[in-house]
């Protein structure tokens, strides 16, 4: 454009493809040049131990398996054996309640008798209660 003997000169416009290059460059590079184990170790372990390791009751849940015999039905804790949810909490309240209890059941046994084990468990101070089947 000429107005009155001057020029004017209009900026060219700027690349915008070789900007958002460079900017994507520099953030890959700062995401593999950045540490993120510092933050990790600061995170508190999901397991405390005192003394020498964890004990294996602290890590699995108490099972009580229930089966059907031709006397009916058996809970089975270990190598406890009990017929009656009476027993059962009798049981569960002599074991430590941290690490929760799991009922698993075979597939004939009757859906009252899981529902007394969870009820057990509950009676008996556990507040972590799962149910697992077993598939046989």
């Not at 460079?22 to 600061?42: K, P």
């Not at 890590?59 to 039905?73: F, R």
């Amino acid at each position: 454009m000429r107005t009155k003997g001057r020029r004017f000169h209009r900026l060219g416009a700027l690349p915008l493809i070789s900007m958002i290059d460079v900017v994507f460059l520099l953030l890959i590079y700062f995401l593999i040049t950045s540490d993120f184990s510092q933050v990790e170790r600061r995170l508190p372990s999901a397991l405390q131990t005192q003394g020498g390791g964890a004990r294996s009751v602290e890590l699995q849940p108490q099972i009580v398996e229930i089966s059907v015999d031709e006397e009916g039905v058996r809970f089975m804790i270990g190598r406890v054996l009990v017929r009656d949810r009476a027993s059962l909490v009798g049981v569960l309240e002599r074991l430590p309640r941290e690490p929760g209890v799991a009922v698993r059941s075979s597939p004939d046994a009757p859906v009252s008798a899981v529902a007394t084990a969870l009820q057990a468990a509950l009676d008996a101070g556990f507040e972590k209660r799962s149910y697992v089947p077993r598939a046989d």
